[in-house]
């Protein structure tokens, strides 16, 4: 027990440092609005407020719990730890995703060996899918998930403490502001 909140405490502490570094070049997305006088491709950065002069990026991100990580019982407690680290849930569903979705979202790995095991595997029973918006988002969800391995994966991290392996690892995260901005229009378009 007191081991599992020194493991937290240490992924709170990534994701402080993950909210408190510099957002240059992470082009946070905003709410709707491209900045006045942006040019066409450059995202809004939405600056919310000064913490130790470390100017922070509000953004949004996309997550999906995977479907062991739901069959398991694990929604609730992944969830409270967005919460907990004062992340705000902005969507939020249960799905059973389709093949068609399925594939959009994996676009990228389009190709990959394990692209068929992987699209079969996350449709193979519901997912939830969610939202969440708070400062640096994008970089700190990354953190508070972890390395793509469970067994790689660093201490407190969602996927080190409820993912099985390299497949079936909990949860997805997307990992740029434009992934952020890609997934969130397949899963919940009605947002942008
Ligand atoms: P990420 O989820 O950490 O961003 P990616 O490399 O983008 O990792 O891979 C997407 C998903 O594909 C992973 O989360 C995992 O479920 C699955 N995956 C990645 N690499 C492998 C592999 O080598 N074997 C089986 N599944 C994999
Ligand atoms: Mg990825």
């Known amino acids: 027990m007191r081991q599992k909140r020194a493991e937290e405490a240490e992924a709170a502490e990534a994701v402080k440092r993950a909210k408190a570094g510099s957002s240059a070049g992470s082009g946070g997305r905003g709410r709707r609005s491209r900045k006045r006088g942006a040019g066409k491709g450059e995202v809004r950065k939405e600056r919310t407020k000064r ?3 470390v100017e922070m990026a509000k953004e949004r991100t996309f997550l999906m719990i995977k479907p062991e990580a739901v069959e398991r019982g694990h929604v609730g407690e992944i969830i409270a730890r967005f919460e907990r680290c004062g992340f705000r849930l902005v969507a939020l569903r249960m799905e059973k995703l389709s093949r068609e979705k399925a594939e959009k979202q994996y676009e990228e790995h389009r190709g990959k060996d394990f692209f068929e095991s992987l ?3 996350i449709c193979s029973a519901p997912v ?4 969440v918006e708070g400062e640096n988002a994008i970089s700190a969800a990354r953190k508070m998930v972890g390395a793509t391995d469970p067994k790689k994966a ?3 991290t969602i996927r080190a403490d409820f993912g099985i392996d390299v497949q079936r690892n909990a949860i997805h995260a997307a990992d740029s502001p434009e992934k952020a901005e890609r ?10």
């Open 154 to 156: 660093a201490k407190g």
């Open 128 to 131: 939830v899918l969610f939202v």
């Open 183 to 192: 997934e969130i229009k397949i899963h919940f378009g009605e947002l942008l």
């Open 119 to 121: 699209v079969s595997y």
């Open 51 to 53: 913490d130790g002069g």
